[in-house]
Each structure stands twice: as C-alpha cells, then as structure tokens.
C-alpha cells in the first residue's frame, strides 16, 4: 500500500483559490488511479476527483467541475488539486487516496471503497 501526507489545506474567503498537494511513497505509486476526497462537516466522505495512473484520465464531482483540477506527477511520487472560485460549500477536510484496482474513465463515480490507502487529510474553510 502506498503511503499519503496531504499539505496545502487552509483558510480562504469565497472566490479564492488554494492549491492541494499529496505526496506518496512505495514502489506502486505510480502504478495506482489517485482520487481526491473531502468530508464536510456533518456529511459522510465523498469524491471530488480521480486521476488515471498514468495521468491521462480524469473524472470529477459535478460540484467540482469546471472548478477544481486534479493532476500527478510520477516522477516525484506527487497528486495535485487546484481549487478556484472556491465556495464555502467545499469547507471540509480532503483527502487523498490510491487504488489497486480502479480504471478511471470520466464517466464513474468512485467510492471510498474502492480506494486502499489514505492520507491522514488537511483541512480547508472557505468563508462567506
């Protein structure tokens, strides 16, 4: 299983930007699909994007898209997530995951489990 430490979380008024980062570690890392997830205060965890292996797919959240982007980079074991126009709706803590076994194509909509490993997560408030 990979190994996650999410950064970048913090505070930023509505209209803002913020830019996620994940670093992994393990020899798999670049073979596994990526996901972002958040959980919202009062809400269960749910998925905001996902990444193929290689980087040449991307699925996103309705609520995300057109807003948010994910993005990796094997080389350096890394997952990127860049947020503009950023509502208070996506105050939550993010987190990011990997998956053995998911194929991302732009049309699923994937779930925590089908995701193994996790970060620990950081937290984001966008304020009104």
């Known amino acids: 299983q990979a190994q996650l430490v999410e950064s970048g979380g913090g505070s930023v008024q509505a209209g803002g930007s913020l830019s996620l980062s994940c670093a992994g570690s393990?020899?798999?890392?670049?073979?596994?699909?990526m996901g972002w997830f958040r959980q919202r205060p009062g809400k269960e965890r749910e998925y905001v994007a996902a990444?193929?292996?290689?980087?040449?797919?991307?699925t996103y959240a309705e609520s995300v898209k057109g807003r948010f982007t994910i993005s990796r980079d094997n080389a350096k074991k890394m997952l990127y997530l860049q947020m503009n126009n950023l509502k208070p709706e996506d105050t939550g803590v993010y987190y990011c995951?990997?998956?053995?076994?998911?194929?991302?194509?732009?049309?699923?909509?994937?779930?925590?489990?089908?995701?193994?490993?996790w970060g620990q997560g950081t937290h984001v408030t966008v304020s009104s």
């Open positions: 995951a990997a998956s053995q076994i998911l194929y991302v194509t732009a049309e699923i909509t994937p779930t925590p489990a089908d995701f193994d490993s």
């Open positions: 393990g020899p798999l890392f670049g073979s596994n699909a």
């Open positions: 990444v193929s292996w290689i980087g040449d797919r991307t």
